[in-house]
């Protein structure tokens, strides 16, 4: 067990420390896991993506948590969280620690600025990329939430928690309208 | 002990809404620790983002350890830092239970829909105040606008859009760009 645990945690860890996104991650993960050690099949791990993109946060970390509760239980879904958090805890302290020495400094704030074109092309590659997820599913309710959520964001300063109620809300209306819709049907 | 505990429970509510993707954390952080705690200005915020993509690690892990760190030493890191995961890992290993015994949950997959919806619009909003401030500065007039922030913007747009190049390649050229440039008195 405490092997398991240790294999799962070193895994994690040198997987957090080279890859940079979630997908690249579970990539890795997958080619660990189920190819190298095979404790879990391949269709496992594409369900526990799936579930890992319903969750909350980073995608990293919760199919670290599946992987690692499906190989070890509990402790295993510890071991693996930890290694996935660790290298950028660490790295991150670094970072800060110069960034508050080097963020006022002229030369340091002329290219961190020029960095902002950079990162708003980014955001927007990410964010058109998400559009298109959700207009894959082409249903008006996806596109009217889109402006509900744009109109309450911009334009009023209550938390984003109300928006997501109300965005579970829908979809539990709109789950349950689909489900008597299949119904009449048949 | 109370400044850390606040911020654990900032990153906690920060964590739980973080639905769609990395990056969905970023408007809730915006939201959290610039707009209603001001614990952050939109410079540092925006600086976040780019340090973020430099290092490796998911990026709402990095920018807790950031904003913790800043805020309340390695104490405020450690609590940034789990406070952000916890809502993740529970929420997982429930799933993972639920997903054992019933294998498919339509409703689930529902949520995630409309969800991901709401992120579209945040991430659109966090990049349009980044947008503009890129171009305007902090007034918005047309005697104020960068063109060459402007030209920057759609040039990377297009090479992050069609060309293999690491983003990271695209937003390091774009500071070294502006710099030099700045240097030679071009700007």
């Known amino acids: ?186 | 002990m109370t400044r850390v505990i606040e911020i654990f429970l900032a990153f906690i509510r920060i964590g739980a809404l973080a639905f769609g993707g990395a990056y969905a954390a970023m408007p809730l952080i915006e939201q959290e620790i610039v707009d209603r705690t001001g614990w952050m200005t939109f410079t540092e915020f925006s600086d976040l983002i780019a340090i973020d993509e430099l290092t490796p690690g998911p990026i709402i892990i990095n920018s807790a350890t950031f904003i913790g760190m800043k805020l309340g030493g390695i104490p405020g890191a450690i609590a940034a830092t789990l406070g952000s995961i916890l809502p993740a890992c529970i929420v997982s290993i429930i799933l993972f239970n639920l997903y054992k015994k019933y294998k498919t949950i339509p409703l689930i997959s529902e949520m995630m829909n409309c969800l991901k919806s709401m992120s579209v619009a945040m991430i659109l909003s966090t990049v349009l105040k980044i947008f503009l401030t890129a171009v305007f500065g902090n007034e918005i007039a047309l005697a104020n606008i960068n063109i060459f922030a402007l030209v920057m913007i759609v040039v990377a747009f297009i090479t992050i859009k069609k060309t293999d190049v690491n983003p990271v390649i695209v937003m390091l050229g774009c500071g070294a760009l502006s710099m030099v440039l700045s240097l030679a008195g071009i700007l």
Not at chain 1, 118 to 127: E, F, H, R, S, W
């Open chain 1, 1 to 186: 067990m405490l092997k398991k645990m240790w294999i799962i945690f070193i895994n994690c860890f040198t997987i957090s420390m080279t890859a940079n996104s979630g997908y690249a991650m579970f990539g890795v993960m997958k080619n660990r896991f189920a190819g190298k050690y095979g404790w879990v099949t391949e269709e496992e791990m594409e369900d526990y993506l799936a579930l890992a993109q319903s969750s909350p946060g980073p995608v990293a970390v919760n199919s670290a948590v599946q992987v690692g509760q499906h190989v070890a239980g509990l402790p295993g879904a510890f071991s693996a969280v930890m290694g996935i958090i660790l290298p950028p805890f660490l790295i991150m302290l670094l970072v800060t620690y110069f960034y508050t020495f080097v963020s006022t400094n002229p030369y340091v704030r002329l290219f961190i600025d020029g960095m902002q074109a950079g990162v708003c092309a980014m955001l927007l590659d990410i964010m058109l990329g998400l559009f298109k997820t959700v207009a894959k599913r082409n249903h008006i309710v996806y596109y009217l939430l889109i402006v509900i959520s744009f109109l309450y964001v911009r334009l009023t300063k209550y938390s984003i928690f109300y928006l997501a109620v109300f965005c579970v809300i829908v979809a539990i209306i709109k789950a349950m309208v689909s489900r008597q819709e299949v119904k009449r049907h048949d």
